[in-house]
């Protein structure tokens, strides 16, 4: 059965920092290329940041780019965001997602966790 299961989220005051992390299970995770996505109320998912399978690769959006970081440990089957200096902008529900490698192999999301930057 394939889990991609999002933790961390929760409420930081604006220039505070959060750690997210995404545990995956029932595929083979060094196949995969990891990402996380946020969305706004009211808006469609845009993209944070990935990282590719060995994990030596990272890309991130503009808008993170500085102050989160993303990484992972295929041992663990996990991947991480690391987000600092965080602003009420940055409120959204962010989601872990996989994405296969293969040629024609299935992606999978997770559920999401809410990120509130408030005061």
């Known amino acids: 059965q394939v889990q991609v299961v999002e933790s961390g989220g929760g409420l930081v005051q604006p220039g505070g920092s959060l750690r997210l992390s995404c545990e995956a299970s029932g595929f083979t995770f060094s196949d995969y290329a990891m990402s996380w996505y946020r969305q706004f109320p009211g808006k469609d998912r845009e993209w944070v940041a990935s990282?590719?399978?060995?994990?030596?690769?990272?890309n991130y959006a503009p808008s993170v780019e500085g102050r989160f970081t993303i990484s992972r440990d295929n041992a663990m089957n996990m991947i991480w965001l690391q987000m600092t200096s965080l602003k009420p902008e940055d409120t959204a529900v962010y989601y872990c997602?996989?994405?296969?490698?293969?040629?024609?192999?299935?992606?999978?999301w997770g559920q999401g966790t809410q990120v509130t930057v408030s005061s």
């Open positions: 990282i590719f399978s060995r994990g030596r690769i990272t």
């Open positions: 997602y996989a994405q296969s490698i293969v040629r024609g192999g299935p992606d999978y």
